[in-house]
């Protein structure tokens, strides 16, 4: 078993519609969670960042953490065309190294 | 926020040839790494380039495969030595992640076929 599973998808939602993406994961270590957006041909981004459980929130973007579960989503709403990309969750554990363990990608595609 | 850029962009190699990869920084950064994107998978980090020492290479990964240097705190290079089709992917330079408030980066990668 992977320590971080994700779905690659592809996810198509016509625009406007509210995205759900998920990452489970194995390692009750983990602490931080984070998201990452990967356009084509480009390098990830950071999208959003979130420590332990619980929600943020930043403009039509939630991440949403449920250690219990060992479970995370990052849902967009409104969705835009140019939302279309690769979505990468990843996490970090306490052990001292701030290298993440990365999930697959899910390729979401937001169609007019 | 550090900008990243990376040379070649793509490459089309032979079997058994050895291709440099080049990674700038615009600034200097203490942590630099490299990664690989193989379609359809997660990234898988090769190794932690060193500023003036050896490299810190992942389970998986070797030195005389994957050769790296650091020369200074804006820039490395990785080697990917006596390539094979299997070596076909996606290499991505980052640098950054020093401590968990310290975004890590990404330079758009290097999108290498092996033949």
């Known amino acids: 078993q992977k320590e971080v599973e994700q779905d690659p998808g592809p996810l198509s939602v016509p625009e406007g519609a509210i995205v759900s993406l998920n990452c489970t994961y194995s390692?009750?270590?983990?602490?931080?969670f984070m998201w990452y957006r990967q356009y084509s041909r480009k390098g990830p981004e950071l999208l959003m960042y979130?420590?332990?459980?619980g929600n943020k929130e930043d403009g039509r973007f939630t991440a949403q953490v449920d250690k219990s579960s060992k479970y995370i989503s990052l849902f967009i709403r409104d969705s835009q065309p140019s939302d279309s990309a690769t979505y990468l969750c990843a996490m970090i554990g306490s052990g001292g190294s701030y290298i993440p363990t990365f999930g697959r990608g899910t390729s979401l595609i937001v169609h007019p | 926020s550090a900008v990243i850029s990376q040379k070649p962009s793509r490459d089309i190699c032979q079997r058994g040839t050895s291709l440099t990869i080049q990674c700038q920084v615009d600034?200097?950064?203490?942590?630099m790494f490299w990664y690989r994107q193989q379609p359809g998978q997660s990234l898988t980090l090769i190794a932690t380039a060193n500023q003036g020492s050896e490299a810190t290479y992942e389970s998986g990964f070797v030195i005389d495969k994957f050769p790296i240097s650091r020369p200074n705190l804006t820039f490395s290079t990785l080697t990917v030595s006596n390539m094979s089709p299997e070596d076909s992917s996606i290499y991505l330079c980052s640098a950054g992640g020093q401590g968990i408030n310290n975004e890590q980066f990404f330079g758009p990668g290097t999108r290498l076929t092996v033949l």
């Open positions: 390692n009750s270590a983990f602490q931080y």
């Open positions: 979130t420590y332990s459980s």
């Open positions: 600034s200097q950064v203490t942590m």
